[in-house]
């Protein structure tokens, strides 16, 4: 149950902040050798489940605005949920068992890192009521690439956002809203995929780990939209390259 409440502190924090969720759900269970329930996929359904709470929680009043009056940023947030929805279909399995390499995660979460820095360079003046569909299709694209763990759906996303001149909390807004539809439709069809298996699950732990994952991702879009009013990313790059050298040590001691 403490490997649980932790996995889903670590899903619901790395979910919303730039340094990717889906290698730290990977990363932990490796380094400290835990098996079992913990380290499957039904796991990283439930902790998924808990992030989706949080995201409603903190943008049901701009949910109700998109469907009420804001039609075209409504219709942009569907379209740039296309390429993820595909990616996720046809390449997710793929991507499960050929990705979660330790390897992988390390140089992905420094290339990316990288390109966060660059990110930042760019001149960022737009608000979210000026984007286009050109905007919405590249940040979408990025968000179809972020199925590669170690990549950080929020920070590629956030990233593309920057390069199209968005001001950085109004990407990070995108960003937020365009996550929604892809964990929800992540989360559908994962479920559905458990329903047909009938596996006998410990449901205490998913409950923990969902309650953790709401709770946690939560406190860090609130932290992350307040963070970028004033601040780059460069911290979180940091980190990036921090947790790569962590990996590659991690590696070494394990051969």
């Not at 956002?161 to 990070?172: D, K, N, V």
């Not at 069809?189 to 009938?198: F, I, M, N, P, Y």
């Not at 732990?205 to 601040?231: P, Y």
């Amino acid at each position: 149950m403490i490997e649980a409440l932790i996995l889903g502190i670590v899903q619901g924090l790395t979910e919303f902040l730039p340094v990717s969720s889906t290698a730290h759900l990977i990363l932990f269970p490796w380094f400290f050798n835990w098996t079992g329930e913990l380290d499957t996929l039904t796991f990283d359904v439930a902790l998924h489940a808990g992030t989706l709470l949080s995201l409603i929680i903190c943008f049901w009043k701009d949910w109700i605005e998109l469907v009420l009056h804001k039609h075209k940023l409504f219709i942009l947030i569907i379209l740039a949920s296309v390429p993820a929805g595909i990616a996720g279909f046809l390449l997710n399995d793929y991507v499960e068992h050929t990705f979660r390499s330790p390897y992988i995660i390390a140089v992905t979460l420094v290339v990316f890192g990288c390109v966060m820095l660059i990110a930042e360079k760019m001149n960022k003046t737009r608000t979210v009521d000026s984007m286009d569909i050109v905007d919405a299709l590249i940040i979408g694209l990025a968000q179809a690439v972020a199925l590669i763990p170690g990549i950080s759906r929020s920070g590629i996303t956030i990233s593309a956002g920057l390069f199209r001149g968005l001001e950085r909390e109004a990407s990070a807004r995108f960003s937020f809203l365009l996550s929604t539809p892809v964990i929800a439709g992540a989360t559908l069809l994962h479920a559905r995929k458990l329903l047909k298996t009938g596996a006998d699950n410990n449901i205490t732990l998913f409950v923990i780990g969902f309650i953790a994952a709401a709770v946690s991702g939560f406190a860090a879009i609130t932290f992350l939209m307040r963070f970028l009013k004033k601040h780059p990313l460069n911290l979180f790059v940091y980190y990036r390259f921090g947790l790569a050298a962590v990996i590659l040590a991690g590696i070494w001691l394990k051969t």
